[in-house]
């Protein structure tokens, strides 16, 4: 079973930055894409970035320009680089992996942006 352990979540000020991790329990090569994801209370989960086998990415139009996702294939994680900070992007973030037609989900890591 594939395990995705997301890490970095936490506390910081409108403005500021945060980046976080999804190291996957097997080499990432065996994923179509691998994503993140992010639920507000009360909301539904909605895709923030993605990242393809190939390199391409793609953005929520809320985040473009502020957030990069990235990926170590020799890590076997992928990365959510979080700028410009704004108290909307509070919310439980979740990463997701596809491929050969299975989903994987991790646990979710919380990011909450107050003064």
């Known amino acids: 079973q594939v395990q995705l352990v997301e890490s970095g979540g936490g506390l910081v000020q409108p403005g500021g930055s945060l980046r976080l991790s999804c190291a996957a329990s097997?080499?990432?090569?065996?994923?179509?894409?691998m994503g993140w994801y992010r639920q507000a209370p009360g909301k539904q989960r909605d895709l923030v970035a993605r990242?393809?086998?190939?390199?391409?990415?793609n953005y929520a139009d809320s985040v473009k320009g502020r957030f990069t996702v990235s990926r170590d294939n020799a890590k076997n994680t992928v990365y959510l680089q979080m700028d410009s900070l704004k108290p909307e992007d509070t919310a439980v973030y979740y990463c997701?992996?596809?491929?050969?037609?299975?989903?994987?989900w991790g646990q979710g890591t919380r990011v909450t942006v107050s003064s």
């Open positions: 097997e080499s990432i090569f065996r994923f179509s894409f």
């Open positions: 990242i393809f086998i190939g390199g391409d990415t």
């Open positions: 997701n992996a596809v491929g050969l037609n299975k989903a994987y």
